[in-house]
């Protein structure tokens, strides 16, 4: 926040109330300006209303936007009301736009978290429907990094997750579970990125990525226990960039992943 002068005042603050019995539910949307999953708009300002007041939790890291925005939208709370202003926003036509809020909406008083909110809209006649989820597992330590990102990708180039972000993400869970919703169905490359410096792309030393050779393409039937192996490995030689097949002749003795998509 940028500093301001003031002046001490003996004044009422703003606060829930207080008093009853100890709340244990969760917030939870009880209205949507525009609605949710509307079709044919390009809005400048989101605003959800809340059953109660409510306070945001690691914004930055719990809420998910996809596709992926030039300039991440300011997201702010005032009482009951969420506000997600997309004035500067250039929203690409013919688009499902989806804000996957994990964790990161709570009341005022206990703490109580919505483990999920997802609000989504379209700049065109149709929203994207396709749902990925699967499991990221580590084949030698039985767990993954803290801060893994899911990444999928519709450019198919193989220096893409070098020099670009992707189309769509997702954070994994601490048991390595994650999930996409309103993805377009077309093919992608697939990701795992520990990202130090969250601009979603292999670029840093301290990176750690995972990748499939193969590419996917999400569609209407039901994979279970489809699983690929490949490997989380580190950035050797930052001057150069890296194709997947050099990715494999960098260390021999990279750790194994599983994905599994279902």
């Not at 994650?178 to 840093?204: C, G, H, M």
């Not at 994979?223 to 002749?249: C, E, L, M």
Request: proline share 6%.
């Amino acid at each position: 926040a940028l500093p301001f002068p003031f002046t001490l005042m003996n004044c009422a603050r703003e606060s829930a109330p207080l008093g009853g019995p100890v709340d244990t539910i969760e917030p939870y949307a009880v209205l949507e300006k525009p609605m949710n999953n509307s079709q044919n708009i390009n809005p400048k300002k989101i605003v959800v209303k809340f059953n109660e007041f409510i306070a945001l939790e690691n914004i930055e890291d719990n809420c998910m936007i996809s596709p992926v925005m030039e300039e991440t939208p300011s997201i702010t709370v005032k009482k009951k009301k969420l506000t997600i202003d997309l004035s500067k926003q250039k929203l690409q036509s013919g688009t499902t736009y989806s804000f996957n809020f994990n964790n990161a909406i709570k009341d005022l008083t206990e703490d109580n978290v919505t483990e999920q909110y997802l609000y989504a809209f379209s700049t065109g006649a149709g929203i994207d429907s396709m749902k990925v989820s699967g499991t990221i597992t580590s084949a030698r330590s039985k767990k993954i990094p803290e801060k893994t990102y899911v990444l999928l990708y519709d450019d198919l180039s193989d220096s893409a997750f070098q020099t670009q972000k992707p189309r769509y993400i997702t954070q994994a869970s601490k048991r390595g579970d994650f999930s996409f919703s309103n993805i377009e169905a077309k093919p992608y490359r697939i990701y795992a990125l520990v990202d130090s410096d969250k601009d979603f792309t292999f670029n840093q030393p301290s990176e750690s990525i995972g990748f499939l050779d193969s590419v996917f393409t999400p569609t209407a039937e039901r994979y279970i226990d489809t699983v690929w192996s490949f490997a989380f490995i580190q950035p050797k030689n930052r001057g150069k960039r890296t194709t997947h097949h050099q990715h494999k002749r960098i260390n021999a003795s990279l750790e194994n992943l599983l994905l599994r998509v279902k």
